[in-house]
């Protein structure tokens, strides 16, 4: 998951070479909003992370992403490391319901790196407990990653994993912000210190093309 390319909400079909941004910040939308506040992390006697949905929480949370998208991306050059260069690229989601609505599977494509990277995003939301776990392979490894789990509250959804990146362990936090469903923002936060911190490390914004 933390080693692959997180665009992922979600996901495909080729984009420009990724390019070094000399003003981070230049545009606002993808500039990670630190106003919105990362629910407080709850976690069990053994440090599991605890998470209870939203009253609201349902399984069309996620159909504003049914059909093609152009994502234009911004990525931290150097997660961790107290890096300010951010590298942008564009990319291409193609995503679909399955499973009669409890589902959705995107299809993730970019060339940031010289070469094509695909990416399959599957998301699901289990009835009984009301949250979504999304589900993530690339063409790097194929292999499916432990899920981040979570859900919506007022149209910004939060979505979490225990996870080690680069040998140190994280927490990793997926928002979706959905306030405005035709430009629908996905952004990704690594913490180090249980969530009391967060280092925004990549965003993208959507553009439907269908």
């Known amino acids: 998951m933390t080693n692959s390319t997180w665009v992922l909400g979600f996901l495909f079909l080729a984009a420009v070479p990724a390019l070094a941004d000399p003003m981070?910040?230049?545009?606002?939308?993808l500039t990670p909003d630190t106003a919105l506040a990362v629910p407080q992390l709850q976690f069990d006697s053994a440090g599991a992370l605890v998470i209870e949905a939203s009253a609201s929480s349902s399984q069309h949370?996620?159909?504003?992403l049914t059909g093609n998208w152009r994502l234009r991306n911004r990525k931290l050059k150097?997660?961790?490391?107290?890096?300010?260069?951010?590298?942008?690229?564009?990319?291409r989601v193609e995503?679909?319901?399955?499973?009669d609505g409890l589902g959705n599977i995107d299809k993730y494509t970019d060339t940031a790196s010289g070469k094509p990277y695909e990416g399959v995003a599957l998301r699901l939301f289990n009835t009984r407990t009301k949250l979504w776990s999304i589900y993530w392979a690339d063409s790097s490894s194929g292999a499916l990653d432990p899920?981040?789990?979570?859900?919506?509250a007022n149209k910004i959804g939060h979505?979490?994993?225990r996870d080690t990146y680069k040998g140190q362990k994280i927490i990793v936090v997926f928002r979706w912000d959905?306030?405005?469903p035709q430009r629908p923002i996905w952004s990704q936060g690594f913490s180090t210190d249980e969530g009391k911190t967060w280092e925004w490390n990549s965003i993208n914004v959507s553009e439907r093309v269908d």
């Open 24 to 29: 981070p910040g230049s545009d606002r939308e």
């Open 61 to 64: 949370d996620f159909d504003f």
């Open 78 to 91: 150097s997660r961790l490391t107290h890096s300010d260069e951010w590298i942008s690229f564009e990319s």
């Open 95 to 99: 995503m679909h319901q399955i499973l």
């Open 147 to 152: 899920p981040v789990v979570g859900f919506f």
């Open 159 to 161: 979505f979490f994993a």
């Open 178 to 180: 959905v306030r405005n």
